[in-house]
């Protein structure tokens, strides 16, 4: 894993494209136009899903038959930025040792299709994670009736508010691919022509992050045993509700 300034990226990208020379840096103009720009590419990457690296394991308190609560910065879930998906959630039973037994993650139609969604239990079944801005939304099925927790794992994005001298961890492959961006988002603004293979070394690049990202899943084949539907997001059947 690769530390380095974001004021690194952008001077290693202006002198991609001959802007700066080698071993000179950016001025203050240059370095705020780069940096912008840099910005604008890892927000865009974050829309990409398979950009992002940080896929992150959260425990959150719940109870007293509150049904939504809010996700991201300052929310009743409290991390730094709101999650761009849902992969996994467990309903934890405070047992000794504590008892995770999964959930159902259903999507916008599914939870709408819930008919009565009031009840409460000891026990949550299903969940539903909303993409409100700037806080997402949780919503849990049945109500937790007691303090319990959830366990959520979590797509969170990349930091895409950098400063000149904010210093950042990164995976391999990410540096090179947000310089080589840069530089080809850079060059058109200071006229400069973009080398011939540029272009194709940075869908390698990003080819080899996604893959380096997405976990492979395996496939389980059950005969249903009761009624339901099948979803192949998270290869559940026999649903009831």
């Known amino acids: 894993m690769q530390t380095m300034m974001a004021k690194d990226i952008c001077d290693q990208a202006l002198r991609k494209i001959g802007v700066v020379g080698q071993g000179a840096a950016a ?7 780069a940096l912008f720009n840099l910005n604008l590419i890892i927000d865009s990457w974050n829309g990409e899903g ?7 394991y959260h425990t959150f308190n719940v109870g007293s038959i509150k049904q939504a609560y809010t996700i991201g910065p ?8 709101r999650p761009m998906a849902l992969e996994y959630a467990a ?11 999964p959930m159902t993650i259903v999507s916008s139609t599914e939870w709408a299709s ?3 969604k009031g009840i409460a239990s000891a026990l949550g079944s299903v969940i539903y994670m909303n993409q409100d801005w700037p806080l997402g939304q949780v919503f849990i099925w049945p109500a937790p009736a007691i303090n319990a927790k ?6 969170e994005p990349l930091n895409s508010n950098l ?31 973009i080398p011939g ?6 869908a390698s690049i990003k080819n080899n992050i996604v893959c380096a990202n997405v976990e492979p899943q395996r496939l389980r084949y059950d005969v249903p045993t009761g009624p339901g539907t099948y979803n192949s997001q998270n290869d559940q059947t026999g649903r009831t509700y």
């Open 91 to 101: 309903f934890q039973q405070q047992s000794t040792p504590p008892l995770d037994l």
């Open 50 to 56: 398979g950009m992002m690296f940080n896929n992150n």
């Open 114 to 116: 819930i008919q009565i």
């Open 74 to 81: 300052g929310g009743d879930f409290d991390i730094p930025m």
């Open 150 to 155: 959830v366990v959520l794992t979590l797509w």
């Open 27 to 33: 001025n203050g103009y240059q370095l705020q136009d």
């Open 197 to 202: 293979d540029l272009a194709a070394t940075m």
């Open 163 to 193: 400063l000149a001298t904010t210093i950042f961890s990164l995976p391999p492959g990410y540096a090179r691919g947000l310089m080589l961006d840069l530089a080809m988002n850079l060059a058109p603004n200071y006229g400069k022509q």
